[in-house]
Each structure stands twice: as structure tokens, then as C-alpha cells.
């Protein structure tokens, strides 16, 4: 009550003043006026022209940096949040007219497309969620053959999660790597880690060990490719 009333936002452990949290929908708003109508943008391609937007305004941040490095950022459930506020302030300005389309199935046939050209791939879940299983289930997907028909699973060969909760209640967040091996999402011979752990605690201390050890980054795959249709 006394956070409403002050105008005061709580993201778990953190609070946001309310009016700057406005500020960043209309700024949110603003770019999507720049957005082509008649194309159906991914959610990874909608990020990446955000993030040159912010860059171009020299605003840091997540996106800004991604876009800088053809790093594609997937937001399966996008509309969740400040981006599908700042859609409905556009419809409002419009009367209506306003539209602009963010596709979640070009998300996944693109998240699919990324496993199908991996040799090896591997992935890291903070939390769970949509998010989680989004990524699970390119192991179905890009087993799937040109002709429609359901291939051998090509799962994950690691994998890493830090979360929560608990696998004893059945749901998606606090399952366990056994359960994907089940679907053929997850290595059975792979190198799976749990962590049961607050993220805000587990991330920063698995980021500074990883810093220590290791000197040099490897090769990073060229993702490029992604951005090609929007660039032109």
C-alpha cells in the first residue's frame, strides 16, 4: 500500500521510481513508431533495432550492447511487461491505427534454425519459466525433417540452472534435468549442473570464477545471419 502510494515499483529485492519506469514505456513507445507496419518482426529482430536505437540516443543497456555485437536477444513472452504497456499507449495515441506485429513463432523457427546449424549446443537457465522450455524444446524442433517428420531429438549437451524452486511440485520452473532427458531435450551422457539459489546471488559468483580462470574468450558463433531481412 505505502509502495503505491509513493509511487514506488518492486522487482523482487529492488525498487524503481514509478515515473522513471513511465518515462522508459513512452521512450519504449516512441521507437516502435519507427517500426516498419507491414512486417513481422521476431522478437530477437524488434530487440536488436531497439538496442540500435539506444545506441544511437547513447543510452546503455542489455539490448544496446547485444545489437552492437550481433548478439540476438529472445523474449518469448514479450508482451509481459513494459513493452506491451507501451504498444497499448500507441493504440491509444492513434485512435487505434497503430500496429506493429512481433511474431512468436518466427522466434522459435529462428531459435530452431540457431540449434539445426550447432554442431554441439548447450544452455544456461536463470530462473524458469516460458523462457526455460522455449529453449528446451528446439531440441524437438530441429530434428524435425524437411519433409514435416519427426526426426531423432538433438538434445543439449550441457546445461546449467539456477533457480528456486522445487522439483517436488511438478512444475516447469523447478524441474529437473531428468525430466528433459525424458523428452529427449537434455543429454543423458551431458554435463548438467543444478543450483538451487537465489540468481542474484548464484550469477555474480559463478561470472567472477569464470573471469579469474579463464584469460581468453573463445570463438564465438557468428549470429549474424538473423538480422539479415531487417538490415535492407
Not at 550441457?158 to 516447469?172: E, F, K, V
Not at 546471488?201 to 584469460?215: D, F, G, N, Q, T
Request: glycine fraction near 8%; aromatic fraction near 12%.
Amino acid at each position: 500500500e505505502d509502495l503505491a502510494r509513493y509511487k514506488i515499483d518492486r522487482f523482487y529485492d529492488v525498487f524503481a521510481d514509478e515515473y522513471e519506469y513511465e518515462e522508459m514505456e513512452t521512450l519504449i513507445a516512441d521507437f516502435m513508431t519507427t517500426l516498419k507496419t507491414d512486417y513481422k518482426y521476431s522478437s530477437a529482430e524488434f530487440l536488436y533495432l531497439f538496442g540500435k536505437y539506444l545506441s544511437e540516443l547513447g543510452i546503455k543497456s542489455i539490448v544496446a550492447k547485444a545489437y552492437k555485437n550481433n548478439v540476438p536477444v529472445f523474449c518469448p513472452a514479450i508482451v509481459d511487461s513494459a513493452y506491451g504497456i507501451a504498444y497499448i499507449v500507441n493504440r491509444r495515441r492513434s485512435g487505434g491505427k497503430f500496429n506493429i506485429i512481433i511474431d512468436q513463432m518466427r522466434d522459435f523457427e529462428q531459435l530452431v534454425e540457431i540449434k539445426r546449424r550447432s554442431k554441439d549446443t548447450g544452455v544456461i537457465y536463470v530462473g524458469g519459466g516460458v523462457p526455460k522450455d522455449f529453449i528446451q524444446l528446439t531440441a524437438i524442433g530441429a530434428s524435425i525433417t524437411e519433409g514435416g517428420e519427426y526426426g531423432t531429438p538433438l538434445p543439449h549437451k550441457y546445461a546449467i540452472q539456477i533457480t528456486t524452486d522445487s522439483p517436488h511440485w511438478g512444475g516447469l520452473s523447478g524441474c529437473t534435468f531428468e525430466e528433459a532427458v525424458s523428452w529427449g531435450k537434455e543429454s543423458k551422457q551431458g554435463r548438467n549442473v543444478q543450483c538451487y539459489c537465489d540468481a542474484t546471488i548464484a550469477l555474480p559468483i559463478i561470472s567472477h570464477a569464470l573471469a579469474e580462470r579463464v584469460s581468453k574468450r573463445g570463438r564465438t558463433p557468428d549470429l549474424s545471419w538473423i538480422f539479415l531481412e531487417i538490415r535492407q
